[in-house]
């Protein structure tokens, strides 16, 4: 009776969630939250202003502002051909790539090209976007002169407001997690795992899908999910992630600023997940050339 109980208030707390729509991708920026702009010296010369979803009204590249906006968040149902999991983008961009310590796009427009260590050359934003596609959504690269290529380039051009390239908005970043000051325990990570995860995306790392058949929670090991060339499959990577956005609404940056998880409880369950069986990554020979590839790559 007790169990029979248990799952009935499972079941009613995961329909609520699933009703409210709980994914941060659907959420506009809260409040309008002012950062310093600086230029190249440090020196701060504006203030910057998330934009709000509904000032793209009348903008002169609207629609494919809408456009990129909707593939950010709706990956996997829009591009079937090329993604080949469960994920979208913003599954890992949070608040639609509006979020401070969620992997924001808000600067990305203005940093590309930009050298990337792990090809070891300078990367234009086509390729790194491809990057997330071939690594992160375990799919095909999308054409470069594609309306679907130019559409996530306008929002994110868009999301990065009036500012010029070589000055940047002053965001707190995302300090990768010094994986080796801990010693990780994956017994522990699984624990950690059924207590602050396993709800959401499922006991077994598979996540949960809406009556579409779309997931509402997305998954974190086995075939749907990212595969092991992405960088969430890094801990350095992972870690930094989780501890600043995960388990979801209750962060480090909640209003009451509680902190669910510890240092080395992220260690623990980033160790479990990461390590998870995932997809193979076909061109992972190539990565970090002339190099040792880095302690916490998983080839
Ligand atoms: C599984 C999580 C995940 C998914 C899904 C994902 N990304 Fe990423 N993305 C990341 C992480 C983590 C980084 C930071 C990269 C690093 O240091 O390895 C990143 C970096 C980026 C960057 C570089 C940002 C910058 O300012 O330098 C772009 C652009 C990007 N992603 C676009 C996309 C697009 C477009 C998609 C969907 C096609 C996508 N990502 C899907 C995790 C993800
Ligand atoms: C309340 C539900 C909830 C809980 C609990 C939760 N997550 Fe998530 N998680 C989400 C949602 C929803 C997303 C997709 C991003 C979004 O829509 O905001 C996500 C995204 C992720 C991602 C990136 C996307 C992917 O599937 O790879 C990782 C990694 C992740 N969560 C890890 C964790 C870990 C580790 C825990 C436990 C410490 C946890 N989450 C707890 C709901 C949850």
């Known amino acids: 009776m007790n169990k029979l109980l248990g799952i009935s208030v499972l079941v009613v707390v995961i329909s609520v969630a699933a009703y409210m729509g709980y994914e941060s991708r659907f959420y506009d920026a809260p409040d309008a939250k002012t950062y310093d702009v600086i230029n190249a010296e440090g020196k701060v010369i504006d203030q910057f202003t998330i934009p709000k979803i509904t000032d793209v009204v009348g903008h002169k590249d609207e629609?494919?502002?809408?456009?990129?906006?909707?593939?950010?968040?709706?990956?996997?149902?829009?591009?079937?051909?090329?993604?080949?999991?469960?994920?979208?983008?913003?599954?890992?961009?949070?608040?639609?790539?509006?979020?401070?310590?969620?992997?924001?796009?808000?600067?990305?427009?203005?940093?590309?090209?930009?050298?990337n260590p792990r090809a070891q050359r300078v990367l234009d934003l086509n390729e790194r976007i491809n990057g997330c596609f071939q690594r992160s959504m375990n799919g095909k690269p999308i054409p470069i002169d594609s309306p679907e290529m130019q559409g996530m380039h306008a929002y994110m051009k868009w999301l990065g407001g009036d500012v010029a390239p070589g000055n940047t908005v002053k965001l707190t970043s995302l300090e990768f997690f010094k994986v080796?000051?801990?010693?990780?325990?994956?017994?522990?990570?699984?624990?950690?795992?059924?207590?602050?995860?396993?709800?959401?995306?499922?006991?077994?790392?598979?996540?949960?899908?809406?009556?579409?058949?779309?997931?509402?929670?997305?998954?974190?090991?086995?075939?749907?999910?990212?595969?092991?060339?992405?960088?969430?499959?890094?801990?350095?990577?992972?870690?930094?992630?989780?501890?600043?956005?995960?388990?979801?609404?209750?962060?480090?940056?909640?209003?009451?600023?509680?902190?669910?998880?510890?240092?080395?409880?992220?260690?623990?369950?980033?160790?479990?997940?990461?390590?998870?069986p995932r997809p193979d990554f076909a061109g992972k020979e190539n990565d970090w050339p002339g190099m040792d590839n880095p302690a916490d790559s998983r080839y």
């Open 63 to 115: 629609e494919a502002i809408l456009y990129g906006m909707r593939l950010l968040n709706e990956t996997a149902r829009l591009l079937p051909d090329n993604v080949g999991n469960g994920l979208n983008c913003n599954s890992c961009h949070m608040g639609q790539g509006k979020r401070e310590l969620g992997a924001p796009y808000i600067n990305t427009y203005n940093r590309y090209p930009r050298f």
């Open 180 to 276: 080796g000051k801990y010693t990780a325990n994956a017994n522990n990570g699984a624990q950690v795992y059924a207590a602050q995860c396993g709800t959401c995306h499922g006991s077994d790392g598979e996540g949960i899908k809406d009556q579409f058949g779309d997931y509402i929670f997305p998954p974190l090991w086995g075939d749907d999910s990212f595969n092991i060339g992405a960088g969430m499959a890094r801990a350095s990577r992972a870690g930094a992630f989780v501890i600043h956005n995960m388990p979801l609404s209750v962060s480090r940056e909640a209003p009451l600023g509680q902190i669910t998880l510890s240092e080395q409880e992220v260690v623990d369950v980033v160790e479990y997940f990461t390590k998870k």
